[in-house]
């Protein structure tokens, strides 16, 4: 999977890496499917992906992939209970209109799942928000609070309290600021953004 | 002049009856079919394209009754989303129909022409039809099976009830089942058939006379739920047809109407309003779900195909919503499905249309 870290974002680098091979995969918010085809082509994973863009759909399905132009927060239900391996929700948990339930849709469809999202706790946030008093803006999140597709911002400390609540098991962490992994010591200050592996 | 008949290219006779969904069989039924590119050695590469309600198998290639181009060839050709290069491109006339395959308008074993006896038909049945052609040319498996709009709904029944017939199924801007809606504009189509009194209970044939005024009210009635709005509106407007001022009559001051009406009579020369009858019949007939216990993902339980479904954001015959309930069907069943709306100014012609995205999407999903 090297060749995959150099052509995948880094959080989407580290879930391909531990993904079985011959897995079946949905991957929500998959964009134009760059992880799918990925998985599909040196893992021979079943992928299947979930974008609610119709272009990136478009692209996705040129290229062979099986994806559905759909809502997550919607569609989710429509498939049944544990008919993937893993369930993967890159980057997008912070645009779901309730977090919490598409974390429960995630491991009923999925029987392990990948969840990626920037950490609103790290360090320059934080500093941004206590110096400047401004809603954030940053390289990894470039886009002002009016027109953000993030309306449910967490932090790393946020996450691993709503899996305990949900009786989720946290089976792998993994923290980057940048392309970069950080260690797990004050993720909550140190992480850019946060990969983890769970189940239930 | 509605009693239209060509000489297909290729034409079999079913040896076995047909069995129908009316409990009644077809004995000797016939198939005109048509077929483009080579199939290979281990027939691997078949692929079975369903035409719409006044389609025909001339998918690729000159209709000989209209002289005009395949109604896709934009689709379908060496080197087009659909390859014939690389496919062995099958599109055979449903049953009902009448351009070859046994419709109202073919002679029975008495002699005459079946009319009204012919028995109704079903989207079911179209497709039992066409497996029956498949096990004649040998071909057990098809690389793909593709429709757009009634040819969709006869691919997902071929899917639900012959899940091993193909590999692939491609539905496009289709239907799990006729709406209310969809009933009721055929409905009207039927009847303006129907009120024509050269209809004469569906026995004009050999009587020099045919419901072409009514057939062609049905065509113009339907012709406009293929269309959009933004289309009509885009294409004529409020535009007047040759004149500058309105007449104060009844002629076709507007463009559209001189449209509409040059579409009504130009049907009448290629199709057959007793099999206009049977085809929209079997249309409204259509319910998938209830075929499959009153659920829809039960219908396809045994599959193991891949689809794909297309929608066009335009398309109010056959919307979205209609393609997204097959698709979460399909998801039921944990089966390898793409869906995607694609943006057409057409309404529901779109599939038929200058549409790259279309295009993009058709030739990625055959090519693996």
Redesign the interface.
């Known amino acids: 999977m090297s060749t995959a870290g150099g052509t995948l974002r880094a959080d989407l680098a580290v879930i391909a890496r531990h993904i079985r091979a011959g897995a079946?995969v949905l991957d929500i918010g998959c964009g134009d499917g760059a992880l799918m085809a990925i998985l599909r082509d040196q893992r021979g994973v079943?992928a299947?992906g979930l974008e609610i863009d119709?272009e990136e759909?478009?692209k996705?399905?040129?290229?062979?992939?099986?994806?559905?132009?759909?809502d997550a927060n919607r569609?989710l239900e429509?498939?049944?209970d544990h008919?993937?391996d893993y369930a993967i929700l890159s980057q997008t948990l912070q645009t779901a209109e309730r977090p919490d339930r598409m974390l429960e849709q995630l491991l009923r469809v999925g029987q392990q799942a990948f969840v990626s999202f920037p950490n609103f706790g790290y360090w320059r946030m934080r500093m941004d928000l206590l110096l400047h008093g401004r809603m954030p803006v940053t390289r990894h999140l470039p886009v002002s609070w009016y027109e953000t597709e993030n309306i449910h911002h967490l932090t790393v400390a946020d996450f691993e309290a709503l899996a305990r609540d949900k009786g989720v098991t946290v089976e792998k962490s993994w923290f980057f600021t940048g392309d970069r992994a950080v260690g797990g010591g004050h993720a909550n200050w140190r992480a850019e953004y946060a990969v983890y592996q769970l189940s239930r | 002049m509605a009693t239209v008949t060509a000489a297909p290219t290729h034409s079999l006779t079913l040896e076995a009856p047909l069995p129908l969904d009316s409990g009644q069989e077809l004995a000797r039924a016939e198939i005109a079919y048509e077929t483009y590119g080579e199939l290979a050695a281990d027939k691997s590469n078949a692929v079975l394209i369903f035409h719409a309600l006044t389609g025909d198998q001339y998918v690729a290639s000159t209709n000989p009754v209209t002289g005009k181009p395949g109604w896709w060839e934009r689709m379908v050709g060496p080197g087009k989303p659909i390859d014939t290069t690389r496919f062995h491109v099958i599109c055979a006339n449903v049953i009902g129909g009448c351009l070859g395959s046994t419709g109202p308008a073919s002679l029975r074993a008495e002699g005459t022409p079946w009319g009204m006896d012919f028995p109704v038909i079903t989207i079911r049945d179209m497709a039992r039809a066409q497996v029956a052609l498949l096990d004649a040319l040998g071909i057990g498996t098809l690389y793909a099976a593709i429709g757009g709009s009634m040819g969709g709904m006869v691919a997902l029944s071929l899917a639900a009830n012959f899940p091993d017939r193909a590999e692939r199924v491609m539905v496009i801007a289709s239907a799990a089942r006729h709406s209310a809606q969809n009933i009721a504009f055929h409905e009207v189509g039927r009847q303006a058939v129907m009120a024509d009194p050269n209809w004469q209970d569906g026995a004009y044939y050999g009587t020099g006379k045919a419901p072409d005024a009514g057939l062609a009210v049905a065509r113009m009635a339907a012709h406009i739920t293929y269309l959009s709005e933004d289309g009509l509106t885009a294409k004529f407007g409020r535009r007047l047809q040759d004149r500058s001022a309105k007449s104060f009559g009844f002629d076709a001051d507007f463009q559209v109407e001189s449209y509409l009406r040059y579409q009504g009579n130009a049907f009448t020369s290629r199709f057959d309003a007793n099999s206009y009858l049977y085809i929209t019949r079997a249309l409204d007939y259509f319910d998938l779900a209830e075929e499959h216990g009153g659920r829809l993902a039960d219908a396809f339980a045994n599959s193991r195909a891949r689809f794909c479904l297309i929608s066009f954001d335009s398309d109010w015959l056959y919307p979205t919503a209609e393609s997204r309930s097959v698709v979460h069907a399909l998801n039921a069943n944990a089966l390898p499905v793409s869906f995607v709306e694609l943006s057409a100014p057409y309404g529901h012609d779109s599939f038929l249309l200058d549409v790259p995205a279309l295009d993009r999407v058709v030739k990625g999903f055959l090519d693996r």
């Not at chain 1, 996705?60 to 759909?70: D, E, Y």
């Open positions: 079946r079943d299947r119709p759909v478009e996705a399905v040129a290229r062979g992939l099986s994806v559905v132009q759909g569609a429509h498939y049944p008919a993937f």
